[in-house]
């Protein structure tokens, strides 16, 4: 979305929370549905557990309209490249591996001799 026209990108961001926002409500509004069908089967003592295909419908229309505008209030993507961050380095500070060190420590001679009896 590389617009030259600053107020086409404000109006797509307040778009896209908005469209945001209302999925959000729409998909708590699903669960809700789905728990008030269950305790509505669970009082008229039916044996059905499904879901309406309706609440399902709603859902997964929800669903997808949310991940619609979470890309528009993201902004552009950028380009990940390893290479620009690794190219100053040398292999021994990319291939660092913290886990291995380890360090004398005073206490471990403590412990030995309170430890060993002669």
Same mark, same amino acid.
């Given at each position: 979305?590389?617009?030259?026209? @600053?107020?086409?990108?404000?109006?797509?961001?307040?778009?896209?929370?908005?469209?945001?926002?209302?999925?959000?409500?729409?998909?708590?509004?699903?669960?809700?549905?789905? @728990?008030?069908?269950?305790?509505?089967?669970?009082?008229?003592?039916?044996?059905? +557990?499904?879901?309406?295909?309706?609440?399902?419908?709603?859902?997964?229309? +929800?669903?997808?309209?949310?991940?619609? @505008?979470?890309?528009?209030?993201?902004?552009?993507?950028?380009?990940?490249?390893?290479?620009a961050?690794? &190219?100053?380095?040398t292999? &021994?500070?990319?291939?660092?591996?913290?886990?291995?060190?380890?360090?004398?420590?005073?206490?471990?001679k403590?412990?030995?001799?309170?430890?060993?009896? &002669?």
């Open positions: 979305m590389r617009h030259g026209n @600053a107020f086409f990108s404000v109006a797509m961001a307040f778009i896209s929370k908005s469209v945001l926002w209302f999925s959000m409500l729409s998909l708590v509004h699903c669960g809700l549905s789905a @728990a008030q069908h269950k305790s509505y089967l669970r009082l008229s003592e039916q044996g059905s +557990s499904f879901v309406p295909v309706d609440i399902i419908v709603q859902t997964l229309i +929800s669903l997808l309209t949310a991940m619609w @505008a979470t890309l528009g209030v993201a902004g552009e993507f950028r380009e990940v490249r390893a290479t961050q690794l &190219e100053n380095k292999f &021994e500070t990319a291939a660092n591996c913290p886990n291995f060190y380890t360090f004398p420590r005073h206490k471990d403590l412990v030995k001799d309170l430890l060993v009896y &002669e």
